[in-house]
């Protein structure tokens, strides 16, 4: 890190996990890596890069937004040639699957400012990998393996449980990074459903979700007003008028959405 200038950016949202140990328990979490094509986002000096080569990955795609890193990580392309490609890149706009072919697995520490909405993309083509192994501010963690009916639960629980198993498999202290961030992280790891939903179903649930989440305070026949024709939607789906979001179940919120698709079929 000294000889790369590498000290961590607050605005780019990182802190480096250096610990060899905790690096390596991690890749383990990922289960076996054997022959798989790996997608690391946020690498920075490595640490969990190297951990994933040291735990045999067939192959390892690090994207990097920092340029100061892609030195770094080139000392350990060439310590494990042909088995580490490193793309300065945000990650965002990177396209996974046009990047490597499957099997395909996502073993990362994200980068707290960008974390939801990588996971968000990644959950709508979920079916294209076989876990995703991610490391999250705690708050965040919890949210995603929140269950209904407690404070945690909202789009992004539903989002990650309706397309996923997610477990949440390791906690974090602030003084395992460096630098140390402000709060604990978890990892949350997640497998994706052997049937994805059709698009069309994945829209209508998006559309149910933002609704009844959106005004989370009122019973679902108020909230759901902006979808038209709110108690016959509920009724259709053999949920009460008066509950509220955070009551239902993932799959109570798909029998909405596929009460809505009917709807407009």
Request: hydrophobic share 50%; proline share 7%.
């Amino acid at each position: 890190m000294h000889r790369h200038g590498l000290a961590a950016r607050k605005a780019l949202g990182q802190h480096f996990l250096l610990d060899e140990a905790l690096c390596g328990r991690i890749a383990r979490l990922a289960g076996d890596l054997g022959g798989r094509q790996v997608l690391e986002v946020g690498p920075g000096p490595g640490g969990l890069t190297r951990a994933l080569l040291a735990a045999g990955a067939g192959h390892v795609h690090a994207v990097e937004l920092d340029s100061r890193a892609i030195a770094a990580l080139a000392e350990l392309a060439a310590a494990y040639p042909g088995r580490l490609t490193v793309t300065e890149a945000d990650a965002l706009k990177v396209d996974p699957e046009a990047m490597m072919p499957a099997p395909r697995r996502i073993v990362a520490n994200l980068p707290y400012n960008v974390g939801s909405p990588l996971l968000i993309g990644w959950l709508a083509r979920a079916g294209a990998y076989e876990s995703m192994t991610l490391m999250f501010q705690q708050e965040v963690a919890e949210r995603i393996v929140a269950a209904p009916d407690t404070e945690g639960y909202g789009r992004l629980a539903v989002a990650a449980q309706w397309r996923c198993e997610a477990h949440m498999v390791l906690r974090l202290p602030p003084g395992a990074f460096s630098p140390p961030p402000k709060v604990w992280s978890a990892v949350v790891h997640l497998v994706p459903h052997a049937v994805q939903p059709e698009p069309s179903l994945a829209r209508a649930m998006e559309r149910v979700t933002a609704a009844a989440f959106g005004q989370r305070r009122k019973m679902l026949r108020g909230s759901l007003k902006s979808l038209g024709e709110a108690e016959a939607l509920l009724a259709a789906a053999g949920i009460e008028p008066t509950r509220r979001a955070e009551t239902l179940s993932v799959a109570e919120f798909e029998g909405l959405a596929r009460a809505l698709l009917a709807r407009s079929a």
